[in-house]
């Protein structure tokens, strides 16, 4: 190949190849956004969480319990990169600022967050299978599951 450039060739590879990157970076998890209904619960309880992308991209939701029409939990939930790394970070009353949980796994249909300083929980895994999406929160032998349904919108 006349005029050849490997430095060129690897300049323009790259640049390609992190334009993909921050454009998948802003669209981490899309499969999340949504609202969630809990399903597999007590009579007279219901809760639900909902997701959504602000501009900067990140997502943010939130978790609300019901025992008949009375809340009885409430917790704001955000997926944010600081430093180069992404944060589930979980803001619930009982907690004097907001826990952050490193994401040490991403797939297409899952990932799973660790604070091992945390008390409970120190992880959490979120996994989607079809339209259902199921939470483990875990830690020093304990293990919640939460199972949820896509509410399709009316």
């Not at 050849?4 to 334009?19: A, D």
């Not at 899309?30 to 597999?40: A, K, M, N, Q």
Request: proline letters at 5%.
């Amino acid at each position: 190949m006349i005029g050849y450039k490997p430095q060129l060739h690897l300049l323009v590879m790259l640049t390609l190849f992190s334009g993909c990157s921050s454009s998948d970076e802003k669209e981490v998890l899309p499969w999340l956004e949504g609202h969630w209904e809990r399903i597999e619960m007590k009579e007279n309880r219901s809760a639900h969480e909902r997701w959504a992308r602000n501009s900067g991209g990140d997502l943010l939701g939130w978790g609300v319990s019901f025992k008949n029409s009375d809340t009885v939990f409430v917790e704001k939930l955000k997926i944010i990169k600081k430093e180069g790394k992404w944060f589930y970070v979980a803001d619930v009353v009982e907690n004097p600022s907001p826990v952050f949980f490193e994401i040490t796994s991403i797939t297409q249909n899952g990932f799973v967050c660790e604070n091992p300083t945390h008390d409970f929980p120190k992880k959490i895994q979120y996994t989607l299978e079809g339209d259902t999406l199921t939470a483990i929160t875990s830690g020093d032998g304990k293990e919640n599951k939460f199972v949820f349904l896509r509410k399709k919108p009316s």
